[in-house]
């Protein structure tokens, strides 16, 4: 079956950088990716990587080894709207090329 | 672009009733995925269509959850009986071809408490 980790909860200070760990063990590996939901809402997009590297949308980026079986999603500059819960899914043969198996998510909280 | 739309918002029913959920894709998004999502965990995937066909539904407990896709747009979700352990989120996703299943939009959802 599918296993995904990441770490529960992670606090940073405003201002700082934050790393937040994925990893997974899946049969058929298709790629990572991250979503991010605050309370009471929906989650949203942030990255995908399907093959080995970074990967950077302004304040977020990405990073995936697929001969680590692992993962990360960095967070810079962080702001207080960044306290939210973060998720990392993977589209593997087992989900299915057309889904995505979450994570039970990181809940982030950051401080002034 | 509209994003994708979920009706009601909340519901409150008590177990043994029925329920529904209804969701409408972002336009010209062919598939709609179902989740629901138990507090404090991922979303977990339900059902998939693609059109109006269903791609997977090994998820769903069949013997009182089912679905539908009328036309391919928007879809249903109902639960018939509820059951305690129903009380989740759910959530309503699409993803257009082009993009893929990596990157899904999802609706607000519906909170259902079941007492």
């Known amino acids: 079956g599918q296993s995904l980790e990441q770490p529960s909860e992670v606090t940073a200070v405003e201002g700082a950088i934050v790393q937040i760990n994925c990893t997974y063990q899946t049969s058929g590996f298709y790629g990572l990716s991250w979503y991010q939901q605050h309370d009471g809402g929906a989650p949203t997009f942030l990255s995908y990587?399907?093959?080995?590297g970074l990967e950077e949308t302004g304040r977020f980026s990405s990073f995936l080894s697929r001969s680590d079986s692992y993962g990360y999603l960095l967070l810079q500059e962080l702001q207080m709207k960044d306290s939210a819960s973060y998720f990392c899914a993977v589209r593997d043969q087992e989900a299915g090329a057309n889904n995505l198996f979450f994570g039970t998510g990181t809940r982030l909280t950051v401080i002034p | 672009e509209a994003g994708v739309a979920q009706s009601p918002r909340y519901k409150i029913i008590e177990k043994r009733q029925s329920v529904a959920f209804w969701c409408n894709p972002i336009?010209?998004?062919?598939?709609l995925y179902w989740y629901q999502q138990i507090l404090g965990q991922g979303p977990k995937l339900l059902i998939q269509f693609q059109n109006n066909g269903v791609v997977d539904d090994s998820q769903l407990p069949k013997d009182r959850f089912s679905a539908e896709r009328l036309k391919g747009v928007d879809s249903t979700l109902k639960i018939q009986p509820a059951k305690l352990e129903d009380s989740a989120v759910y959530l309503c996703?699409?993803?257009?071809?082009?993009?893929?299943?990596?990157?899904?939009?999802f609706g607000p959802g519906t909170r259902l408490t079941v007492t």
């Open positions: 336009s010209g998004h062919a598939t």
């Open positions: 996703a699409s993803s257009s071809r082009l993009a893929g299943s990596y990157e899904q939009y």
């Open positions: 990587n399907g093959l080995d």
